[in-house]
T-cell receptor, first 108, second 113 residues
Framework: RKEVEQDPGPFNVPEGATVAFNCTYS??????FFWYRQDCRKEPKLLMS???SGNEDGRFTAQLNRASQYISLLIRDSKLSDSATYLC?????????FGAGTRLTVKP | DVKVTQSSRYLVKRTGEKVFLECVQD?????MFWYRQDPGLGLRLIYF???????EKGDIPEGYSVSREKKERFSLILESASTNQTSMYLC????????????FGDGTRLSIL
């Protein structure tokens, strides 16, 4: 079993749609969690940290479910510029584990 | 803003050459990392360093070495390049602490012919 698993997609959604991605992790002692965004042929960039109580940043909402060992990312009112690959990252003792990413395409 | 700079965006080398990839960060971060990213495999950790002159193997260190002589600089060395080392190489840095995210450089797309 992979340490961090994501549905690779692609998710193709129309502008304005709401889309959600899940990511599961295998290490129950994982300490911190992040979502990164990666555009084609570019480096990953931090989108948001994921806090235990859940957190929101504009149109983006991240949630953590420790009991079921997954994190989620919800994007509301999708924009064309949201098209990218979204990487789930799980950290244990400074050992960061990256998912392979979920590809999102937002279409006009 | 954190700035992580990699020396080259694109590099083409020949099989058997010794290849140096350089990475510099300007935020006084203790931790630095080298990854490679291949389609369908995600990011795989090659080596990392928590301090000057200190290095630790990641998941795929074979065929690579690293050097950290100064806090801001972390070099990746391909001792004798092979075609299966053609990849996107990403350097990252972070502060110490389990809730600290990593910040990435632009990446170096390396082709070994």
């Amino acid at each position: 079993r992979k340490e961090v698993e994501q549905d690779p997609g692609p998710f193709n959604v129309p502008e304005g749609a709401t889309v959600a991605f899940n990511c599961t992790y295998s290490n129950s002692a994982s300490q911190s969690f992040f979502w990164y965004r990666q555009d084609c042929r570019k480096e990953p960039k931090l989108l948001m940290s994921v806090y235990s109580s859940g957190n929101e940043d504009g149109r983006f909402t991240a949630q953590l479910n420790r009991a079921s060992q997954y994190i989620s990312l919800l994007i509301r009112d999708s924009k064309l510029s949201d098209s990218a690959t979204y990487l789930c990252v799980v950290n244990f003792n400074n050992d960061m584990r990256f998912g392979a990413g979920t590809r999102l395409t937002v279409k006009p | 803003d954190v700035k992580v700079t990699q020396s080259s965006r694109y590099l083409v080398k020949r099989t058997g050459e010794k290849v140096f990839l350089e990475c510099v960060q300007d935020m006084d971060h203790e931790n630095m990392f080298w990854y490679r990213q291949d389609p369908g495999l995600g990011l795989r950790l090659i080596y990392f360093s928590y301090d000057v002159k200190m290095k630790e193997k990641g998941d795929i260190p074979e065929g690579y070495s690293v050097s950290r002589e100064k806090k801001e600089r972390f070099s990746l060395i391909l001792e004798s390049a092979s075609t299966n080392q053609t990849s996107m190489y990403l350097c990252a840095s972070s502060q110490t602490g389990s809730n600290q995210p990593q910040h990435f450089g632009d990446g170096t797309r390396l082709s070994i012919l």
